[in-house]
């Protein structure tokens, strides 16, 4: 195994995510590409939560499911994840707070009297996490100034006591360490040339980046886990970037407000997870038939119902689709990683603008929560297409403005309120020319028409799939979404294997389909049960994919089990 | 067209209004144009929203810029709206009983307590008008309808009550056989910065045969008219129970908080809708990042 893969886990309550985080900035700020994957449980204390950080020295897409270095605050993460330490790792415990009863023979166990370490810095067991940061830190003899650095940022910078105490508490653990027999084979965590600012960042939060980077000025949400954190992210921005932000009464509400936004010319998005999408599927044609551009994120987490409300799927992804009663035309795109959450977040509004129609982000809890090390991101080169908006000197020659004017492209020009001469209804009633509603079956047929054309001109905004690896490899792994990140990482154990990647998931990319795949030596992988992008597929291309690798319970890919499906192909 | 030649016409739209004859949505109509015009609204500096109902249909009949929303919608749209651009000069979302107090009614608490700049006229004919005949939730109990043959076995919302119960800075009743008290209250409800719940007795001539105009008139008083001042919550909170034969309207409420907007320093001058895109430095909201 290469790299570094630490785990530290414990009740929730124990500062768990904190610590990580420390762990992974620390790493990320050697100069070392860094993925994060947490898992918690949907309570506040006492259920038991993990944090993950898998460092390599080059490049890192994904966790792995073994690990060399396991903290446990508790015996529920020894009983949990011991299994997981290769031969040669270490767990690090306190044995005056954890009992260990079956030792594994390859493995280490260090002792270390966190909590005896932590009282006498600061008076209670409060720095026991920071005491195994710090030692464990030195297992892979990170460079103490940068621990150091990292601690002192992470902490309000108000309170310099307990920056100071939380400094100590590391450098106790750290020297533990050193003074110990412990230590990791192959595994130092050199300094390495970074290049560009690199920063550690989650799917969420590279959608809020995007956001404020497009302009958007108008985000409402309802809290609901594992979109949550977008709207932190938007409310703490919220006055430096000249944007309102609401938490409404339900997410009925919030895509209704997203919509008198964007009605009224604000750039607006909404996100939620596949609970909060069912309450606003009512609203979603609204958005469709009065041509109001809108930006909605869906990061799905495990359903159906409640589900599984802190863990990962990909089960919704017809739904996108599909959802809302109707025919009408809208996009969905799947980000695979931060990055591209963060470049198509801007896109998605480019092209509700330019289209006049809804966009869904579907993104999922494995990318909305998952931290990982990306190059900063600049919206120096962000491209705003606010699309067919009329100005008012435009409007001034009209003498009779037809917001809903029949056009070749089926796009047509939008004025918004305030403006003289743009006067129109946006109306949920199919409407003539002008917005007002009518049931005439001609009328009727070409407004359904004309917002259909749309997607011949759409479709050629769409980027194709991306393929990674060897392009004319023989076996093809396809995914969607946040699977490409795992898929990736699976790839560097792989040989003459490509993964082909979809992000825009619809409109379909079938034409790619038609030219670059074939059934044979090609495996779907997806975390649903009934394989909906093997259907997709069929439905679009009439290719039948029978190879298929699906999970669904709750838990992302990890990369040696699509290396076991590839092999098995 | 300049601020003195506006007439109600200018608020007219070519659709020919598909209200039955003698409806009393007629008279709202009138009197919604009558206020504009007496407030020198241009049409293309009021918003309206609406959502389903007889009363919605009119979203095709007032000329302005027009959100026609889904069923019990017409507040969140509005509310947003108002936030995206506060120097609109009126912002007016309609709704009716059956949207506004069944199916939507959480938007209502809600809008009532966030104390946006807006007026929100419900028509409250006390029943389903637009499904042809059916028990809403401000109809009273033992109420006969198509969906209530043996009566209605529930209690009527109190409109205005629950308004006030929810913090609602301007709260009035209107009735739609009164015009001109009835534009001269939604002058003021317009002119008010705040939340402003202005409930109308609606009658429906085609499908309510208990709750007429006959029916109405026979009960309804000005507050004004007897020296009641609106500045006092508790006072309002009774005379909005007030049953027995007697029904006030008028303006039950009114008291003056900061509006949600007045709040936001974003929202200081600049309208959201004339603020610049592009050009976004991310280096502060990254910081946390690095």
């Known amino acids: 195994m290469t790299g570094i893969n630490w785990k530290i886990g414990g009740p929730a309550g124990y500062g768990i995510m904190v610590t990580g985080k420390i762990f992974a ?8 590409p860094v993925f994060c994957y947490t898992e918690y449980p949907s309570v506040i204390r006492g259920g038991h939560n993990t944090y993950q950080v898998h460092a390599e020295a080059e490049a890192v897409s994904s966790q792995k499911s073994q690990i060399d270095v396991l903290v446990a605050l508790d015996e529920v993460t020894i009983l949990e994840h011991a299994g997981e330490v290769t031969a040669g790792g270490v767990i690090i415990y306190d ?69 100071q105490q939380n400094i100590k508490a590391a450098k106790r653990g750290y020297e533990f360490t050193e003074n110990s027999k412990f230590n990791i084979q192959n595994s130092k965590l050199e300094k390495r040339f970074m290049g560009l600012n690199r920063i550690l960042i989650t799917g969420n939060e590279a ?66 997870s596949g609970g909060g999408f069912a309450l ?40 996108a689709i599909h959802a809302s009663h109707g025919e009408f035309l809208r996009v969905v795109i799947a980000p695979g990683d931060a990055n591209e959450a963060y470049q198509s977040t801007i896109h998605a509004f480019n092209l509700a603008d330019k289209y006049q129609i809804p966009v869904i982000i579907l993104a999922d809890k494995y990318l909305s929560e998952s931290p990982r090390s990306v190059t900063e991101f600049s919206a120096k080169d962000a491209v705003i297409d606010r699309g067919a908006m009329i100005t008012q000197a435009e409007l001034d020659k009209i003498k009779d403005f037809k917001r809903y004017q029949f056009t070749p492209t089926g796009v047509s020009p939008r004025s918004i309120p305030g403006q003289r001469g743009g006067l129109y209804q946006a109306n949920s009633d199919d409407h003539d020319e002008y917005g007002y509603t009518t049931e005439d079956a001609d009328i009727r047929k070409k407004m359904m028409d004309k917002r259909a054309a749309k997607l011949s001109f759409l479709i050629k905004d769409l980027p194709e799939p991306k393929i990674y690896g060897d392009l004319r490899a023989q076996k093809t792994i396809i995914c969607w979404g946040s699977t490409k990140m795992t898929a990736v990482e699976a790839l560097k154990d792989l040989k003459n294997t490509r993964v082909v990647h979809l992000q825009y998931m619809f409109p379909f990319p079938t034409e790619f389909f038609n030219r670059h795949i074939k059934a044979k030596n090609s495996l779907i992988v997806e975390g649903n049960q009934t394989a909906q992008l093997r259907q997709l ?24 089990e699509i290396v076991k499906a590839v092999n098995n192909l | 067209m300049s601020e003195n030649q506006l007439t109600i016409k200018d608020y007219e739209t070519p659709v020919c209004p598909t209200w039955c004859p003698g409806c009393s949505n007629y008279s709202i109509w009138v009197a919604v144009r009558q206020a504009l015009v007496k407030l020198g609204i241009q049409p293309h500096e009021v918003v309206f929203t609406f959502d389903i109902g007889c ?52 938007h209502f608490i809600h809008a009532c307590r966030r104390n946006v700049d807006l007026l929100y006229i419900t028509h409250d004919n006390q029943i389903y008008g637009l499904t042809t005949g059916q028990t809403s939730p401000t109809s009273p109990k033992g109420f006969i309808s198509k969906s209530t043959p043996f009566g209605n076995l529930e209690e009527p919302v109190n409109p205005s009550a629950l308004a006030l ?126």
């Not at chain 1, 900035?25 to 070392?32: F, P, Q, S």
């Open chain 1, 207 to 272: 959608v809020g980046c995007g956001a404020l980077a497009a302009g958007c000025k108008f985000y409402a949400a309802y809290p609901m886990t594992p979109a949550t954190s977008i709207l932190h992210f938007m409310a703490k921005n919220e006055r430096d970037y000249d944007l309102v932000v609401k938490q409404a009464e339900d997410e009925i509400a919030v895509i209704n407000m997203a919509i008198g936004a964007s009605f009224t010319g604000v750039r607006s998005m909404c996100a939620t």
């Open chain 2, 55 to 106: 009363n919605s249909n009119g979203a095709n009949f007032y000329q302005g810029y027009i959100c026609h929303a889904l069923h019990g919608r017409a507040l969140p749209p509005a509310e947003a709206i108002r936030w995206a651009n506060h120097k609109l000069k009126a912002v007016i979302a309609v709704g009716g009983d059956g949207g506004g107090f069944g199916i939507g009614v959480g």
């Open chain 1, 280 to 319: 606003m599927n009512e609203t979603l044609g609204f958005a469709a038939i009065a041509e109001t551009p809108l930006v909605i994120v869906e990061s799905q987490r495990t359903g159906p119902a409640t589900g599984l409300p802190t863990w990962t799927g990909q089960a919704e992804l017809l739904y």
């Open chain 2, 165 to 290: 119960a929810s913090r609602a800075t301007w709260v009035a009743r209107g009735f739609a056989g009164e015009l001109n008290h009835l534009a001269d209250l939604i002058i003021k409800g317009i002119k008010h910065p705040g939340f402003a719940h202005l409930n109308i007795f609606q009658p429906c001539v085609t499908f309510n045969k208990v709750n007429t105009f006959e029916w109405f008139r026979e009960r309804v008083y000005k507050l004004e008219d007897t020296g009641y001042q609106p500045h006092d919550r508790q006072l309002a909170w009774e005379k909005s129970w007030e049953m027995n034969g007697q029904l006030p309207i008028g303006l039950l409420y009114e008291i003056t908080a900061p509006t949600y907007r007045e709040q936001l320093p974003q929202l200081a001058t600049e309208a959201l809708v004339e603020k610049k895109l592009g050009e976004i430095d991310l280096t502060r909201a990254l910081a946390e990042f690095r």
């Open chain 1, 537 to 560: 597929i069929r439905q679009q291309t009439g290719l039948n994919i029978e190879k298929t690798l699906l999970k669904y319970d709750g838990r992302p890919f990890y990369p040696e």
């Open chain 1, 25 to 32: 900035k620390t790493c990320m700020r050697h100069g070392w």
């Open chain 1, 95 to 163: 044995p005056e707070t954890t009992k260990v009863k079956d030792k594994r023979p390859q493995v280490q166990y260090m002792e270390l009297p966190m909590r005896q370490l932590s009282k006498e810095i600061c008076g209670s067991d409060f720095m026991k996490n920071t005491v195994a940061l710090g030692a464990g830190l030195a297992l892979y003899q990170a460079d103490r100034q940068i621990v150091e650095a990292v601690i002192h940022e992470s902490f309000d910078a108000k309170d310099a006591e307990v920056i």
